[in-house]
C-alpha cells in the first residue's frame, strides 16, 4: 500500500508547487503592473473621494486665479486707458501752446497771407501811419505780423508792439529803429487784409498823401520768422 | 524555488507587456499586492521555521487576497473606502514586518 501513496502525495506537491509558482508569478505581474501605473499617472488609480478633493481644490484654484486674473486685467485697462488720456492730453497741450505761442509771436509761422511794402517819397512815413496799417491788417484778422525795414532786424508784432518817430528818418518799434521801405508780413485771410488797407480814406491814401507807395501783394505762403522774447507776468496771475 | 523563479518571470512579463490596469481592479490591485506580499513573507517565514505546508500557503496566499479586496470593496461602499485601505496596509505591513524579523532572525541568528 505504500507504493500508490507516494505518486499521489508527489502528485500532490507537483500540483501544489505548480500553484505557488503561479500565484507567486501573479504576484510579480500584479506588482510591476501596479508599480507602472502608479508612476505613470496617480490620477487613475485615485479613488472617488480623492479625486473629487483633487477636483475642489482645483476648483478653489481656478476661482483664486480667476480672480486675481480680473483684477489684473481691471489694473491693466486702467493704466492703458490712463496713459491714452496722458498722450492725448499732452498733444493736446502741444497744439495749445503752439498756437498760444503764434499768437504771442514766441514761435514762427506761416500760412496764406500778404506781404505789404510801404515805400517812402519825399517825406518819411511817420510812425501812426505804420500804425494805422497795422491795426487795419489787424482789424481784418491777422494772425501773426512781422515788420521789416531797412536797419534793424525784423520786429515780431505782439500785443505789447510799441511805435514811436525816431528823429528825422525813421521809426522805432519795440525799441528796433527802423527805416522805410517797410515790409510787414502778416499771415491771415488775404483778400480781407487786402480790402481792408485798400479802404477809400485809409491807410493806402494816406500814405499816397504823404508821397509814399503802398503794395499789397497776396501769397499763398508766406513765412513769419521773427521772435518775440517773452516776458513773464509781473502781476497778472490766471485766474480759473 | 519554484516561487521565486515564478516571481521574476511574473515581474519581467509584467515590465515587458506594460497592460493597463482595468478600471474596476484599479482600487484593489494595491492592497491585493500587499495582501499576496504579506503571505509570501509569511510562506518564506513557515519554510524557515520548517513548518511549510502548500496547502497552507495557498489557502493564506488566496484568502489574503481576497479578504484585502473585500475589506476595500465594502469600505469604498460604506464610504471609508481610503480610510479602511489605509487601515489594512498598516496591518499587512506590520504583519510583514514581523515576518522579515523573524526571518531575519533565522537568517543572520540575530
Not at chain 1, 478633493?53 to 480680473?70: H, K
Not at chain 1, 525784423?154 to 519795440?174: E, H, L, M, P, Q
Not at chain 1, 485809409?202 to 508766406?222: K, Y
Not at chain 2, 499587512?92 to 526571518?103: D, H, P, Q, S
Amino acid at each position: 500500500m505504500k507504493r500508490p501513496r507516494i505518486p499521489t502525495a508527489w502528485r500532490f506537491r507537483f500540483r501544489a508547487g505548480v500553484l505557488i509558482g503561479v500565484l507567486c508569478g501573479l504576484l510579480g505581474f500584479a506588482l510591476a503592473v501596479q508599480v507602472h501605473s502608479t508612476q505613470s499617472s496617480a490620477l487613475p488609480s485615485a479613488r472617488q473621494e480623492d479625486l473629487v478633493r483633487i477636483l475642489d481644490d482645483l476648483s478653489a484654484r481656478e476661482d483664486r486665479l480667476r480672480t486675481e486674473l480680473a483684477a489684473l486685467q481691471t489694473a491693466r485697462d486702467r493704466i492703458s486707458s490712463g496713459s491714452d488720456r496722458t498722450v492725448v492730453a499732452l498733444a493736446e497741450a502741444r497744439k495749445r501752446s503752439g498756437e498760444l505761442g503764434v499768437l504771442a509771436g514766441t514761435v514762427p509761422a506761416s500760412g496764406p497771407g500778404v506781404v505789404v511794402t510801404i515805400g517812402e517819397g519825399s517825406r518819411h512815413v511817420s510812425s501812426d501811419v505804420l500804425l494805422d496799417a497795422l491795426e487795419e491788417i489787424r482789424g481784418a484778422g491777422a494772425e501773426a505780423v512781422q515788420i521789416d525795414g531797412t536797419g534793424a532786424s525784423s520786429v515780431r508784432v505782439g500785443a505789447g508792439t510799441w511805435f514811436t518817430d525816431s528823429g528825422g528818418n525813421g521809426v522805432k518799434i519795440d525799441g528796433h529803429a527802423l527805416a522805410g521801405p517797410y515790409t510787414f508780413t502778416a499771415i491771415g485771410d488775404g483778400p480781407t487784409m487786402a480790402a481792408a488797407l485798400d479802404i477809400p480814406g485809409g491807410v493806402a491814401d494816406t500814405v499816397r498823401q504823404v508821397g509814399g507807395s503802398l503794395d499789397v501783394r497776396q501769397s499763398r505762403s508766406v513765412q513769419v520768422t521773427a521772435l518775440r522774447a517773452l516776458k513773464a507776468p509781473q502781476y497778472a496771475r490766471p485766474t480759473k | 524555488m519554484i516561487g521565486a523563479a515564478a516571481l521574476v518571470v511574473g515581474l519581467v512579463l509584467g515590465i515587458v507587456f506594460r497592460p493597463t490596469v482595468p478600471i474596476g481592479l484599479q482600487p484593489y490591485l494595491p492592497i491585493a499586492v500587499v495582501a499576496a506580499l504579506d503571505a509570501v513573507f509569511g510562506g518564506v517565514r513557515a519554510a524557515l521555521d520548517g513548518i511549510f505546508d502548500d496547502r497552507v500557503f495557498v489557502v493564506s496566499f488566496v484568502s489574503n487576497v481576497l479578504v484585502a479586496g473585500l475589506i476595500v470593496f465594502l469600505g469604498d461602499h460604506l464610504g471609508v473606502g481610503a480610510q479602511l485601505s489605509t487601515g489594512v496596509v498598516v496591518v499587512l505591513g506590520i504583519r510583514i514586518f514581523g515576518n522579515v524579523a523573524a526571518i531575519r532572525r533565522h537568517v543572520f541568528r540575530a
